[in-house]
């Protein structure tokens, strides 16, 4: 079956310093995947959708900058939280699909920033 | 873009009552339809995949009605338990990759 695997599943870092989380498809070629932030107590916003053969596209709100990710093959993909600070606490989800198929989420990475 | 109106933010029933969360959309095009259940300190479960060609779709302990004319997603627990405590958000996928979500509804069983 399909799964979707990220590491870490909960870390905490300093106020300003930046923490790599990770994504790995497994049973699927993760054509297309997405990167959501749920914070506290609100909804998941997606922070932006990478998709292979084409440039990632982040969401208003959300950069590069602040939120690099790779997507080197169909299989693994990480985003990397830079300069983190109090706002960017909350559960990251990796969403992977192959094609036109269904997103299999992750179990999340939970940020706490100190 | 894409918005998702999900009612009600809070909801409480007694165990053995039905509870009903509903989610509006505005995009024409939205073809599939999910609802996920969140339980505390966990990430989303995926309780339902809901096409636009069926209007009805019956799950264990839920169903899910799809009202295309209006736009409105519909998921109805009938006879809830405890274990039902949880958040639930509805999300289209708005005929792109991504997915928009609803707001999400924080649903109490009481006992």
């Known amino acids: 079956g399909a799964l979707v695997y990220q590491y870490p599943r909960r870390t905490i870092c300093k106020s300003g310093t930046s923490m790599r989380m990770e994504c790995q498809a497994v049973g699927f070629q993760a054509t297309s995947v997405a990167w959501y932030r749920q914070s506290p107590q609100k909804t998941f916003e997606l922070i932006a959708l990478s998709t292979v053969n084409s440039a990632i596209k982040y969401e208003q709100n959300f950069t590069q900058e602040k939120f690099p990710i790779s997507h080197p093959n169909l299989s693994f993909s990480s985003m990397t939280v830079l300069n983190a600070y109090l706002e960017d606490r909350g559960l990251y989800l990796c969403?992977?699909?192959?094609?036109?198929?269904?997103?299999?989420f992750g179990p999340g990475t939970r940020l706490l920033v100190l | 873009g894409e918005q998702v109106e999900q009612r009600p933010p809070h909801l409480s029933v007694r165990e053995g009552d039905s509870a009903v969360i509903t989610c509006t959309y505005t995009d024409p095009n939205s073809y599939y339809f999910f609802w996920y259940k969140q339980e505390p300190g966990a990430s989303l479960q995926l309780l339902m995949k809901v096409f636009s060609s069926t209007e009805i779709n019956e799950g264990q302990g839920f169903t899910v009605l799809l009202n295309k004319k209006d736009k409105r997603l519909s998921l109805n627990l009938t006879a809830a338990h405890p274990g039902d405590s949880a958040a639930y958000f509805c999300?289209?996928?708005?005929?792109?990759?991504?997915?928009?979500f609803g707001k999400g509804t924080q649903l109490i069983i009481q006992p």
């Open positions: 969403g992977a699909r192959e094609g036109a198929d269904t997103q299999y």
């Open positions: 999300a289209d996928t708005g005929g792109a990759d991504r997915l928009t």
